[in-house]
């Protein structure tokens, strides 16, 4: 008999068992032992225990899911009534907490259950071994060539050749080639990049999306940078892109930017224009921009400029391509220098 039976026996908790049933921990039993009396009950009891001997029992008592009424009748003996009574409470690890928390408070009552119960490590991508052809496809959606290749690896095999039917055949030849190629990945990479998939699986099988607009970050990236550098990636895109370089090129220069030409440049760009096609520009644009158009012509244009607004509403097709061709012209200008770009472009000026 072991020491802990000894105890419980000692204290009339549980009874020496048959010779046919010491195959199975006593640490366990005894774990069933104060499933089966509840919460309460088993804190007490667990008061008595020495701390070696509670990690042992604890140790148990979480992987506890079911007991059946034979063994309870047996652990318990003239207390089956107790066991009809309690069948239906919870084993497990919030067992254990709850016990636990009652016996010594929660705070000891953690340290015990991590103690006793290393955290799970789950191993990496595991989280898609219930995925179908559909969701990985989702979740491979924009993805680099060599991050495909990495997940797939770890695919069931007929999940993988699945998804691998599904791709072009360019694309298919190159994962494929990969595939073969494919060596050893140095674990924490391994496991960033899991851990990157299933944040990005969770929020597809949430209906959450993070949608990032690759272009406008590299606008916004460009628009740090020095002109020469700026000048180098634009080039690099003209050449292999030129649709996508002149989209970048229009989002580099916005009406934002406008508020920050200087006035002398803008006055004399803005008496090339008529009063309705001003009135157009500053038709649902934001105050501070209404503000730096009007301050910049004379007071009776101005207010010429607002009365023609007012009496001669404008469509919205027409609004946007006066203020696109307004935008264009500057943006061409500022490319050739004529002006400056207050708080963008002076850090650059040698």
Excluded: C
Excluded at 104 to 127: C, D, N, R, Y
């Amino acid at each position: 008999m072991t020491d802990i039976e000894s105890e419980m026996l000692k204290r009339g908790l549980i009874k020496v068992p048959s010779a046919d049933q010491k195959t199975e921990s006593s640490y366990r039993k005894v774990a069933k032992f104060l499933y089966l009396i509840g919460v309460e009950q088993a804190a007490q009891v667990l008061k008595q225990l020495k701390p070696e001997q509670i990690d042992k029992v604890v140790t148990e008592l979480v992987t506890i899911r079911h007991i059946d009424k034979d063994e309870a009748t047996y652990i318990l003996s003239e207390f089956s009534a107790l066991y009809e009574s309690s069948k239906n409470s919870l084993g497990g690890i919030q067992t254990a907490e709850s016990m636990l928390t009652k016996a010594f408070g929660a705070e000891k009552a953690s340290e015990i259950l991590k103690a006793a119960v290393p955290e799970k490590q789950t191993k990496p991508f595991e989280f898609l071994d219930s995925a179908d052809v559909e969701k990985i496809a989702q979740l491979l959606d924009k993805e680099l060539p060599a991050t495909k290749t990495l997940v797939i690896s770890q695919l069931r095999p007929k999940l993988a050749a699945e998804y691998i039917k599904t791709l072009p055949a360019e694309e298919k030849k190159d994962i494929i080639l990969r595939l073969a190629k494919l060596k050893t990945i140095l674990p924490e990479v391994f496991r960033q990049v899991s851990n990157s998939m299933q944040e990005k699986y969770q929020r597809l099988q949430t209906g959450k999306t993070d949608l990032i607009d690759g272009r406008a970050v590299l606008a916004e990236i460009l628009r740090k940078i020095d002109p020469a550098t700026e000048h180098d990636i634009l080039q690099n895109l003209s050449d292999s892109n030129p649709e996508l370089e002149q989209n970048i090129r229009e989002r580099l220069f916005t009406l934002e930017d406008i508020l920050g030409i200087n006035n002398s440049y803008l006055q004399k760009k803005l008496s090339t224009l008529t009063d309705d096609t001003v009135a157009k520009l500053i038709t649902g644009k934001h105050e501070a921009f209404i503000e730096k158009i009007l301050s910049n012509v004379s007071k009776n244009r101005a207010y010429y400029i607002q009365d023609e607004k007012k009496t001669n509403p404008s469509t919205l097709k027409e609004v946007n391509e006066v203020t696109n061709q307004f935008l264009t012209e500057l943006r061409r200008a500022w490319e050739r220098g004529e002006f400056i770009i207050e708080g963008r472009d002076e850090e650059w000026v040698p």
